[in-house]
């Protein structure tokens, strides 16, 4: 049986997760030279870790360093 919204509508999971990731998320990008993007392709691969991880780290430790500096 499909699932109802509170006011009886079909729900539509794929509708729900796209605006769920509208409201939500964000995305960043860059250009870099093919061969640098391939070396960190490579090093990612090498290491067992994920592009986004390494992104997400990069900018946690820019925004701590931020935080840490404007409370000086």
Same mark, same amino acid.
């Given at each position: ?19 769920? $990731? ?7 990008? $860059? ?42």
């Amino acid at each position: 049986m499909p699932r109802k919204t509170k006011n009886g509508e079909p729900f539509d999971q794929m509708d729900y997760i796209k605006k769920w $990731g509208k409201e939500n998320m964000a995305t960043i990008s $860059g250009r870099y030279k093919k061969e640098f993007v391939q070396a960190f392709k490579d090093a990612c691969k090498t290491l067992g870790i994920r592009q986004s991880d390494v992104y997400r780290k990069a900018m946690q430790a820019v925004i701590d360093e931020a935080e840490k500096s404007s409370q000086e």
